[in-house]
């Protein structure tokens, strides 16, 4: 009988190969999946009761992001990231979103700045919010400059290398709320980066954002060493 941990079911509503994709890479990224695990499409059609169509589809996306990677006809394996890898792909995350950041400095709207600015009034004083909530409050404030920014193949890149899923942010949030002094920096980041954006300067908008950016690559990597 397998041990293998449950994936959850498939809605039918949606592209399964979508969800399949969707499921499959946050597992990666949560590390449902280990670094070097060999898997088959038929063995995860049957963990998320699916035929094998939207299983394979999903994996040739995996496959050419880098994450998976074919070792026969048909077996693959999860890629092992170096950790100087794992670090330059982050960066790299970082600096696509910096200059998403950029495009959004002329199209931002004031009423979206203002929303960033309650989020981050937000963040500052109620310092009993628990971690999901946080992670939603910073997740909105992002939003706001994506939606902004309004470009669909910039997105699509930064999603690609975007291969750290929520259970390793949390954890992230959990060493930061024991470091008080550096969630103040990411909160006074967020104040730049809204002054930044209400000056309508993307120089300035795109070196705060990188910055604010890559600390945060630093944290998550710090939590995972």
């Known amino acids: ?3 293998a941990p449950e994936l959850p079911s498939l809605f039918r509503a949606d592209s399964l190969a979508e969800q399949a994709y969707r499921v499959i890479r946050e597992g990666i990224a949560t590390g449902l999946f280990s670094a ?6 038929r063995g995860l059609a ?31 394996r999860v890629v092992d990231h170096s950790s100087d890898t794992l670090r330059e792909l982050l960066l790299a ?3 696509l979103r910096a200059l998403e950041a950029r495009f959004a400095t002329h ?12 989020i981050v009034d937000a963040q500052a004083s109620d310092q009993s919010i628990d971690i999901p909530e946080r992670l939603r409050i910073a997740r909105e404030f992002d939003m706001e400059i994506e939606r ?11 999603l690609s290398l975007s291969i750290i899923g929520p259970e390793r942010r949390t954890r992230s949030v959990e060493a ?12 006074q980041d967020h104040r730049d980066l809204l002054a930044a954006f209400r000056r309508r300067d993307p120089d300035l908008v795109e070196q705060v954002f990188r910055r604010h950016a890559t600390a945060g690559v630093e944290l998550l990597l710090d939590d995972l060493d």
């Open 46 to 76: 049957a963990r998320l009761n699916v035929s094998a169509t939207p299983v394979r589809e999903a994996l040739r996306r995996l496959e050419q992001e880098g994450l998976i990677e074919r070792v026969s006809a048909r077996q693959l």
């Open 93 to 95: 995350g970082a600096a």
């Open 107 to 118: 199209k931002i709207t004031e009423a979206a700045l203002d929303r960033m600015g309650a």
């Open 36 to 41: 070097g695990e060999r898997v088959t499409e």
């Open 1 to 3: 009988m397998s041990t």
């Open 148 to 158: 902004a920014a309004d470009n669909p193949t910039l997105r699509s890149m930064i």
């Open 176 to 187: 930061l709320l024991q470091h008080p002094e550096a969630g103040l920096r990411r909160v």
